[in-house]
C-alpha cells in the first residue's frame, strides 16, 4: 500500500517582478509577495534568476535570502554565473532548469542524460556546499537513473504536458499524461529521489497531480500571481492549498477504504 505523505506548496513569486519590471520602480514588491504567501499557507518560495533578468533580479534574490523565513528554492541555469550566485546566498534548494533566452516560459524537462556531463559538475558543487539539488525534468526511467547518479536529491517532474491536455480537453491525452506523472513519481520515489512537481497547475488541474502520493511539493507561480489579481494572493494561496489538502486527504481515504 502507498504511504500518503505531507504535500507541501511552493510559491513562485517570479511574475510578481515581471509585473513591477514592466514599469521600473519597486512596486509590487515581490518579496512582499513571499511575505503574504507565507502567512496564506506556503511552505517555500520559489524565485527564477534568469541569465536575461526579465522578472526576478539579483537584489530579490538577496533580499528573500536575508527577510523571509521560509524555505528559497532557487531556479536557475546550469552556469558558472548561477553557480556563485547559488553559493554566495545559499538558497535551501537549488533547482536546475533548462533555458533559452527566447522562450516565454520554461518549455519542457531538462535532458539530464544527454547533458550529463555539463550538469554533473553543478550538482556536484551545490551538494557540496550543502545546498539541496533538484533537476526540473520530464518522467522518464533514463533521467531518473542518471539523476540519482549524478546525485540529485530531489527531482520536479513537468507537469505541462498534463495541463496543457487538460485546457484543450483532450481527455484521452489527459488521461495519457497523468498515468505517466503517476508512474514517474513512483519510479523516482523508488530510486531513492524526493519527487516534485510544477509547471502549468491550476485549480482545475492540480487536485489529480495533488493525489499522487509520492510528490511531496508542488511549485505553483504564474497561476497563482494571475488569479490573484481577481481575488487576492492571500485567498487565492488559501484556495490552492485547500484543494491540495483534500485531493490527499480524499486519497488518503480512498487507500484506507
Not at 528573500?64 to 523565513?69: M, P, Q, R
Not at 550538469?119 to 556546499?129: F, M, N
Not at 510544477?198 to 497531480?209: C, E, M, Q
Not at 494571475?226 to 481575488?231: L, N
Amino acid at each position: 500500500m502507498s504511504v500518503i505523505r505531507e504535500l507541501r506548496l511552493g510559491v513562485n513569486i517570479d511574475h510578481v517582478a515581471t509585473i513591477r519590471n514592466a514599469r521600473g520602480g519597486g512596486h509590487p514588491d515581490p518579496v512582499l509577495a513571499a511575505r503574504l504567501a507565507a502567512k496564506a499557507g506556503a511552505d517555500g518560495i520559489t524565485a527564477h534568476l534568469r541569465e536575461d533578468r526579465r522578472h526576478i533580479g539579483d537584489d530579490d534574490i538577496e533580499r528573500l535570502s536575508s527577510e523571509i523565513d521560509l524555505p528559497l528554492n532557487l531556479e536557475m541555469a546550469a552556469t558558472d554565473e548561477m553557480l556563485a550566485i547559488a553559493l554566495r546566498h545559499q538558497p535551501n534548494a537549488c533547482c536546475l532548469v533548462p533555458e533559452k533566452r527566447e522562450e516565454l516560459t520554461t518549455e519542457g524537462g531538462l535532458d539530464v542524460a544527454a547533458k550529463h556531463n555539463q550538469i554533473a559538475p553543478y550538482v556536484t558543487k551545490l551538494a557540496e556546499a550543502g545546498i539541496r539539488v533538484s533537476l526540473f525534468i520530464d518522467p522518464s526511467s533514463v533521467q531518473f537513473a542518471v539523476a540519482k547518479a549524478m546525485g540529485a536529491h530531489i527531482v520536479e517532474l513537468h507537469a505541462g504536458a498534463y495541463c496543457e491536455a487538460v485546457i484543450s480537453g483532450d481527455d484521452a491525452q489527459r488521461d495519457i499524461e497523468l498515468k505517466r506523472l503517476q508512474m514517474g513519481a513512483a519510479e523516482a520515489h523508488d530510486v531513492g529521489l524526493e519527487v516534485h512537481a510544477g509547471h502549468g497547475l491550476t485549480f482545475d488541474t492540480v487536485s489529480p497531480v495533488a493525489a499522487i502520493s509520492e510528490i511531496v511539493e508542488l511549485n505553483i507561480g504564474h497561476f497563482l500571481i494571475g488569479e490573484a489579481i481577481f481575488g487576492g494572493l492571500d485567498s487565492t494561496i488559501k484556495r490552492m492549498r485547500a484543494l491540495m489538502d483534500q485531493s490527499r486527504a480524499n486519497a488518503l481515504g480512498a487507500r484506507s477504504a
